[in-house]
């Protein structure tokens, strides 16, 4: 038996988008499968198909040889398949331990300490590392992902899925996830891997499935074939991986931020005398290992966190006590980190959501009253002028957007603005590689335009792409601040973000 799981001729369709067209994908027994496609490719719902989330119009599944019907997840976990979302399914209140065994309890009685005893040996088998105690909200978002992980262990799941494993982790913790998928297909797993990141695919997987517009274009052996190819395949056109960004000489300050600190929500430390100034058409990239404070300063500067001292100025005027809605007036657009829960509404329609920052501005309401035609019309220029694409047009609502699309809105809405200051807090985070060079293309423009652009990502990668000038930050201090330019390599700011200054490194 070859393949321990094939989806052959699978077709779904919602209202107004054909999601899968024909669809045959096939994982071979001990195997890592990539599963490789632009944003609302369709990849997320050929994988709830198969974990029984979604029901295919036609098409079957085929598992370890047998035809199977699978209804529900319940179907999928009784068939050996368990899923890993990229938005974790947890309950941040309770413990590992219980979010683990939910809905895998036993008909009468709860044994809390056999099933950790259980959960502490596959942790140890698998190299995961996990305390089965700890409560979920006290722990990384890479531990967390390793309790998704135990979720499908715990119910002895062979085939598993993981659906942009490595979208919310940091550096160090992809490197660990990676090396957990190496110790899982040592112990005889299977695994589907869907993502965009082409050299994580590379790195890690033995074959690559491409899904474009819902219908597969082929399938290649990674290790024969170059990531250039695959993108091709992928978007259908030749996609640059250098970013086109001539010199420019950096004007008057835009953001001037003066002594700052701030508390975190432990109420310790975040940042600790911060200082740092943004100048009109410059990119000033913000580095660091998540959790050192990027989180603070940006929620500082755009009035969602109290300052406990020090100053924030844009163009001179000192915006500290600003309201959220006062700090746009002044010349303010933010790209959250968190498209879905801090950019959109995910249940109002895009044009609802391309004026949540200017419905009470003309021609957009009168009197109080929303000028439907007005919204509508301003969403269809957004829409076409930043490449959205969406089923329904101005009437789709955000939650029907692929990921990519959703980035697209936000990053309209904000440009739309006009604003001095752009910050641009993981702008990339999630998409595909067609998606990037677009959002980095508009962000090269910003700043061509003399815009100031505060660029926060964790991808050091981006920031080395796109920024004249990185501040490496550590602990919630300033490391350095430097020149991008070719006297700065990739180690060097790995040891200031480790809290090592150029002076001390060896």
Same mark, same amino acid.
């Given at each position: ?40 490719? +369709?990849?997320?719902? !050929? ?42 399914? $947890? ?18 009685? $709860? ?48 085939? $598993? ?14 490197? &660990? ?10 112990? +005889? ?15 890690? #997987?033995?074959?690559?499935?491409? *899904? /474009? ?41 835009? !953001? ?25 058409? &410059? ?9 050192? +404070? ?5 929620? #500082? ?15 001179? @005027? ?14 303010? #657009? ?38 439907? &035609? ?26 029907? !957007? ?7 809105? *936000?990053?309209? /809405? ?28 508009? $962000? ?48 060097? *700011?790995? !040891?200031?973000?480790? +809290?090592?200054? @150029?002076?001390?490194?060896?």
């Amino acid at each position: 038996m070859e393949y321990i799981v094939e989806m052959l001729n699978i077709r779904k369709e919602f209202p107004g988008v054909l999601a899968n067209d024909n669809v045959t994908v096939q994982l071979k027994q001990g195997e890592i499968l990539a599963l490789l496609g632009e944003n609302g490719a +369709g990849k997320s719902t !050929l994988m709830s198909i198969l974990f029984g989330l979604y029901h295919m119009d036609r098409g079957s599944i085929r598992i370890r040889g047998e035809n199977v019907t699978i209804n529900n997840p319940n179907d999928a976990n009784n068939l050996g398949i368990g899923m890993v979302h990229q938005h974790f399914q $947890l309950v941040e209140t309770f413990t590992v331990t219980e979010n683990i065994i939910m809905g895998a309890e036993g008909r009468f009685l $709860l044994d809390r300490k056999k099933a950790g005893e259980k959960i502490k040996a596959l942790s140890v088998q698998y190299g995961l590392n996990i305390d089965p105690d700890e409560i979920i909200e006290d722990i990384s978002v890479g531990m967390q992902q390793r309790v998704e992980i135990l979720k499908m262990l715990y119910r002895n799941a062979e085939v $598993l899925i993981f659906d942009e494993p490595t979208a919310v982790l940091t550096p160090q913790e992809v490197h &660990e996830l990676m090396q957990i998928m190496r110790n899982l297909i040592t112990e +005889g797993k299977s695994i589907i891997l869907i993502t965009h990141k082409l050299k994580e695919i590379k790195e890690i #997987a033995d074959r690559c499935t491409v *899904i /474009r517009r819902g219908r597969v274009i082929g399938t290649v052996d990674v290790k024969t074939t170059s990531q250039q190819q695959m993108a091709t395949m992928m978007v259908g056109r030749e996609i640059s991986f250098t970013v086109d960004k001539e010199d420019r000489k950096a004007g008057d300050v835009v !953001l001037s931020v003066q002594n700052l600190n701030v508390l975190n929500n432990r109420k310790t430390p975040a940042l600790k005398d911060f200082s740092l100034d943004v100048r009109r058409g &410059e990119i000033m990239g913000v580095a660091g290992v998540e959790g050192n +404070g990027q989180t603070e300063l940006v929620e #500082a500067i755009t009035g969602l966190r109290k300052v406990d001292s020090g100053r924030i100025e844009i163009n001179g @005027r000192e915006i500290s006590r600003y309201s959220v809605r006062g700090r746009n007036e002044a010349g303010i #657009a933010h790209i959250p980190q968190d498209r879905q829960r801090l950019g959109l509404i995910m249940d109002y329609n895009l044009g609802e959501n391309f004026v949540l920052k200017s419905y009470y501005h003309k021609p957009y309401s009168k009197y109080g009253i929303l000028k439907k &035609e007005a919204i509508d019309k301003h969403a269809e220029k957004l829409i076409s002028d930043f490449d959205v694409r969406a089923g329904n047009g101005v009437k789709s609502p955000a939650k029907a !957007l692929s990921g990519g699309n959703q980035q697209k809105a *936000i990053l309209g /809405r904000e440009i739309d603005l006009d604003t001095d200051l752009l910050i641009a807090v993981q702008p990339t985070r999630g998409l595909d590689v067609g998606a990037i060079e677009y959002i980095h293309k508009r $962000l090269i423009e910003q700043r061509d335009s003399g815009k100031a652009v505060l660029l926060v990502s964790l991808e050091l990668d981006e920031i080395m792409d796109l920024s004249d000038r990185i501040a490496v930050i550590n602990s919630g201090e300033l490391i350095d601040l430097i020149t991008n330019d070719s006297n700065i390599d990739e180690n060097d *700011i790995g !040891l200031m973000m480790a +809290g090592v200054k @150029r002076g001390e490194q060896q």
